[in-house]
């Protein structure tokens, strides 16, 4: 849950499903805040639709964010000092208490480098080069006459793959092959095509036309980024990054993406079971 929280699209390329996971959370959300609402009007003897104003939800999440998202006891330690704070302030000067209140929520919500800073300073497009064409005529005539037996044969197939945007043609009838135990690199200047036609293999983008096929006869454009990652085929992106909001033992977990490994995630006694992953 928390590796969604930061990184969704790198959770879904791991093997998982980010939608399952909000869906839990949301369930247990309404039926905890279902829970609440039934012990709070008989306390009170009264519900009206001035409980459910703006200012109520944002005090909640300043709730969170004063105590610390990711724990137990947090919020509920954000609770208790924004409610104390707010008994005291409206009591010397309760027409300033929405301001406070909102110079909270800016506080640990904004960036740290500011509103000015929020953009990249350089926003312009970037220079779009040639799309990529081909892998190579020696290849690329050895897939026309035997494409059946090529495909079958190959780790990874792909023929007159194409992919447009707005007009622009990223990829332009791309063919390539990869064998098992083959290494190759895809090489080209920004804007050539590289990570579109990574994103198109690991299911992130549909090409307009063409075939894609791995180990033989798995059909890549009929499957998502979930699926695909758990028939084997992972994906690193440009930029390195980890889930730095959990240790480095659950980033490995994580990264297994076997049922074995997720149940792990929750209960951390069987981490040590995990595909053989232990503790060091």
Excluded at 65 to 76: L, Y
Excluded at 260 to 280: D, E, P, V, Y
């Amino acid at each position: 849950m928390v590796a969604v929280r930061d990184a969704e699209r790198r959770t879904r390329f791991l093997g998982y499903r980010p939608e399952y996971v909000k869906l839990f959370a949301f369930t247990v959300s309404a039926m905890m805040a279902g829970v609440a609402g039934a012990l709070y009007v008989p306390q009170v003897g009264i519900i009206n639709p001035g409980e459910f104003a703006p200012a109520n939800s944002i005090e909640v999440v300043i709730w969170t964010a004063v105590g610390g998202r990711g724990t137990i006891f947090g919020p509920i330690a954000g609770a208790l000092l924004v409610n104390g704070g707010k008994s005291w302030f409206t009591g010397i000067l309760p027409e300033y208490w929405l301001f406070a209140l909102g110079a909270l929520f800016f506080r640990h919500h904004l960036p740290a480098q500011g509103v000015g800073r929020a953009c990249p300073r350089n926003s312009g497009g970037r220079r779009c080069a040639a799309p990529v064409r081909t892998q190579g005529a020696a290849q690329h005539n050895r897939m026309r006459r035997s494409k059946p037996m090529a495909r079958k044969e190959s780790l990874l197939y792909l023929d007159d793959v194409s992919v447009a945007f707005d007009g622009f043609k990223a990829i332009n009838d791309l063919s390539f092959i990869l064998q098992k135990g083959e290494m190759r690199a895809i090489i080209g200047p920004n804007g050539a095509g590289k990570t579109t036609m990574m994103d198109v293999i690991t299911g992130k983008t549909r090409p307009d036309k063409g075939e894609v096929f791995f180990d033989g006869d798995l059909d890549l454009t009929k499957h998502d980024e979930a699926e695909i990652a758990q028939k084997g085929i992972g994906r690193k992106f440009q930029k390195p990054t980890v889930f730095e909001s959990i240790t480095v033992e659950d980033n490995l977990v994580l990264a297994l993406a076997t049922a074995q490994c997720f149940r792990a995630l929750f209960w951390h006694g069987k981490s040590a079971k995990c595909s053989g992953l232990t503790r060091s």
